[in-house]
């Protein structure tokens, strides 16, 4: 099978959505580019998975002059990423066929079909790319069509935020471009490889600068803290088919870069570069499920738990360069496979519950937990569906973070007495650390399934809410399943899927921890089955059901209310008290004359939220000094001709100067 031809006709499905889509009348070829797109990508999945399964670790998909001579090629690594994206994009494009229709009045339908589709092109060229100048093409494609599509629904506050996500973004593909500059020297970005050559050159401070700037570009992007700003403000305002996407895979770009610039093109990291990755990999998770656990917002509270998750998988990251810095090679192998396990985990699962939150919001008419609530009982099989998604991203087993997390922590458990107390005490402080967001991440999603499907609803648009179309429900379906499966399947997983080499030294085993243990996840899944199984039948038999009322929950004589239930809110307030001194409450009263004559008759609203502490204490203040220069810059515009003429005869000199 000519896997290299498969793989073309992905890439021109999907180019050839977007030109369809721009050419479409208003729209009015929705169905049919939605279609084509999902049939595009779910080509470039399958292929994927083939060459994933021939054991091949590399693939010419096509070797032209066009990009400056940049190959398409297919390494084990992107073809893992590649099949992650093209399957959640094939599902995403099914999801989006319906759901797009219900807010044809908000959004432009033809232009958003197509920056979706030059979106899932833009990633498909950053896998494929084998020069770094044909990355960093994609990667800017990546970036410009995402940027678009935050500012859908073209409202302040999503415009104030894609222009955030852009400045942010910019940067950090700012310091990409500098490291391959630094790293090339005088030469040209004429393939990976080259630059690994040349980086053996170089001083090992000059090497340690390059490495920061490659860990701020790609974890600016992975909204690693303290980069994470944007994340976010931009993954809750775009389209939910587009959330998904950009959480469940633009964020992967970001780890696939990384571990081609740390593995495959720098030499080995040392233990500064190490833990430097692990800290704010660590950081990252605190952060980002704390703020998960605060939130109100149902979209923002999947964005941190995103903070989150990718805060797990960069400590798996920096652990594996810190362990083969102090020469365990194979404890390095197992954490990046569970770091890899964890990244596919994370793609099905979030992509999921990002799709299932456009569900929720469209049922409550409103992104608030506070009026959600009852959608279990009026979308059964939905709500089934949320919740296995909701337990998988708790890592709680036999789910697919869970195995994920299992391999790591029982590889540091099973070696930690034999390692030198420098490493045991690094393992030990990320076993904790792992331990708090664990618990803290499982008390996230309670909040977010508790509040939003549980007890009666808190609004009349929940009330009146009904199941959603089988092109929108069934990809989260699919999602589900995918992730229990992974669960399931993780020790074939991780036996089947022979990683390619990251460098020509470093190896992918395949003896992983999981693969050896006790713990066998058909076993435990079995065994969840029965238990459920029993409950139901002695419940079943210890009730005479013949004679049995069904009657309303007992109500003290009153009537039972939606005000009497819990709020996202109350349910977390035992953690804002804990928390009160990295989360500071943001409380703000706006009040409303209700008669021009008298300021004292006023209408007030009081609103209660968070402050972003990075926000506010880095961010802010390097804003203000920006402003502050450009204030004073511009009193340089002052009208005078003469002035302006000088102006430009003192740079002449200066240039000059410079040159001579």
């Not at 469940?248 to 593995?263: D, E």
């Not at 890592?395 to 869970?402: G, I, K, N, R, V």
Request: include cysteine.
């Amino acid at each position: 099978m000519n896997l290299s031809l498969f793989i073309l006709l992905s890439l021109f499905g999907t180019i050839l959505s977007a030109l369809i889509a721009f050419i479409s009348a208003k729209g009015q070829g929705h169905r049919a580019v939605m279609i084509l797109l999902a049939l595009s990508t779910g080509v470039g999945a399958l292929s994927s998975a083939l060459f994933l399964l021939s054991g091949q670790t590399q693939l010419i998909v096509l070797q032209s002059a066009w990009l400056f001579g940049t190959p398409f090629v297919f390494t084990t690594l992107s073809a893992l990423f590649f099949f992650l994206l093209n399957t959640v994009a094939c599902l995403a494009s099914v999801y989006a066929i319906k759901y797009v229709e219900q807010y044809a009045e908000i959004y432009n339908v033809r232009i958003l079909d197509a920056l979706m589709a030059i979106f899932v092109f833009g990633m498909q060229g950053v896998l494929l790319s084998g020069t770094p100048f044909g990355f960093l093409f994609f990667w800017e494609v990546m970036s410009l069509s995402s940027f678009f599509l935050v500012m859908a629904d073209k409202e302040a506050a999503s415009v104030r935020s894609a222009l955030f996500y852009l400045i942010m973004t910019h940067l950090g593909a700012g310091a990409i471009l500098a490291g391959f500059m630094i790293l090339s020297g005088e030469s040209n970005f004429e393939s990976f490889t080259r630059l690994a050559v040349l980086a053996q050159n170089l001083p090992p401070a000059t090497l340690f600068g390059v490495f920061l700037l490659f860990l701020f570009g790609f974890g600016s992007k992975a909204g690693l803290v303290p980069f994470h700003v944007w994340l976010p403000e931009a993954h809750p305002q775009a389209p939910s088919h587009i959330s998904a996407l950009m959480s469940g895979v633009m964020l992967k770009m970001a780890l696939y870069g990384f571990l081609v610039m740390v593995f495959g093109v720098l030499p080995a990291a040392g233990t500064t570069a190490s833990l430097i990755v692990i800290a704010l990999g660590l950081l990252s998770a605190l952060y980002g499920v704390i703020y998960a656990v605060l939130e109100r917002d149902v979209k923002r509270v999947l964005a941190f738990s995103s903070i989150e998750n990718m805060g797990i998988i960069f400590t798996m990251v920096g652990v594996a360069m810190f362990t083969q810095a102090q020469g365990l090679s194979d404890f390095s192998h197992v954490a990046i496979g569970a770091a890899l396990l964890f990244a596919v985990a994370h793609a099905f699962f979030k992509s999921g519950l990002f799709l299932g939150a456009g569900v929720m919001v469209h049922a409550a008419h409103s992104r608030s937990l506070e009026v959600m609530g009852g959608i279990a009982k009026r979308m059964p099989a939905f709500s089934g569906a949320m919740l296995v998604l909701a337990l998988s991203a708790a890592a709680l087993p036999p789910f697919s973070a869970f195995m994920a997390e299992w391999v790591f922590i029982q590889n540091i458990v099973s070696n930690l007495a034999t390692m030198q107390p420098l490493v045991q005490g690094v393992l030990v402080l990320v076993l904790a650390m792992m331990a708090l967001v664990g618990g803290l991440a499982l008390f996230a999603m309670v909040k977010f399934f508790g509040i939003g499907f549980l007890a009666e609803p808190r609004s009349e648009h929940v009330a009146h809410a009904h199941a959603p179309e089988l092109t929108i429900s069934l990809p989260i379906y699919l999602l589900a399943a995918c992730s229990v499966a992974i669960g399931l399947c993780a020790p074939w997983i991780l036996k089947t899927m022979h990683f390619a080499e990251l460098t020509n030294t470093v190896q992918w085993h395949t003896d992983f921890a999981l693969t050896n243990t006790t713990l066998n996840p058909f076993a435990l899944f079995a065994l969840l089955l029965v238990v459920f199984g029993l409950v139901f039948i002695a419940r079943r038999a210890s009730s005479n059901i013949q004679n049995e009322r069904s009657y309303h929950t007992w109500d003290c004589g009153q009537p039972i209310t939606s005000g009497m239930e819990y709020t996202a809110t109350a349910f977390s307030a035992p953690i804002r008290f804990f928390s009160h001194m990295i989360t500071r409450t943001k409380k703000q009263v706006i009040a409303t004359p209700v008669l021009a004559t008298n300021k004292w008759i006023a209408s007030r609203t009081f609103s209660l939220g968070l402050r972003q502490i990075w926000y506010d204490g880095l961010y802010v203040p390097i804003q203000n000094t920006c402003l502050w220069i450009s204030t004073q810059v511009r009193k340089i515009q002052n009208g005078v001709i003469q002035f302006y003429i000088a102006l430009i005869f003192i740079a002449l000199v200066v240039t000059l100067t410079i040159a001579l």
